[in-house]
């Protein structure tokens, strides 16, 4: 486990964490954060995605998401999230990281984030984003209204 500072580590983190699943990647994050995340992180879920690694992703759809969540449509199964605010991502089950403030709230140099590696809290994080995946609407049936 550790505490990770500062938003430009968060995302090399972030990529370390990623570039290593062999099952399966959840990303949740904010319409802002998934901009900064499809730049940092395209090459490696592209390359995921073509090894079979199943990757879901969940961010709130809006103007200026739009081009992105299409874009990142091609790599992943992707739902527009509206209820839920929060930051993190989950690797293969066993690992996580979380950012522990609002993107909006925080300058980028305060951001923080918490890395676990836990098979308990992980599954359970990714089985409880499963059950509320259910019911985001998919992607394809929001970007036809932008």
């Known amino acids: 486990a550790g505490a990770v500072k500062g938003r ?39 390359k995921l995605s073509k090894k079979g690694v199943n990757i879901k992703v969940a961010a709130p759809i809006d103007k200026e998401s739009e081009m992105v969540m299409k874009e990142m449509s091609k790599m992943a199964d992707v739902r527009d999230i509206k209820d839920i605010n929060s930051r993190f991502c989950v690797v293969d089950g066993k690992e996580v990281l979380f950012m522990m403030m609002d993107d909006k709230d925080v300058h980028p140099t305060y951001d923080v984030g918490v890395w676990v590696t836990t098979p308990f809290f992980a599954g359970a994080l990714e089985n409880l984003f499963n059950i509320a995946w259910k019911d985001l609407t998919p992607a394809e049936k929001v970007l036809g209204k932008f």
């Open 8 to 46: 430009h580590n968060i995302y090399t983190h972030l990529e370390y964490m990623v570039k290593k699943a062999n099952k399966s990647v959840v990303l949740v994050t904010t319409s802002k954060g998934i901009l900064r995340k499809f730049e940092a992180l395209s090459p490696v879920l592209s």
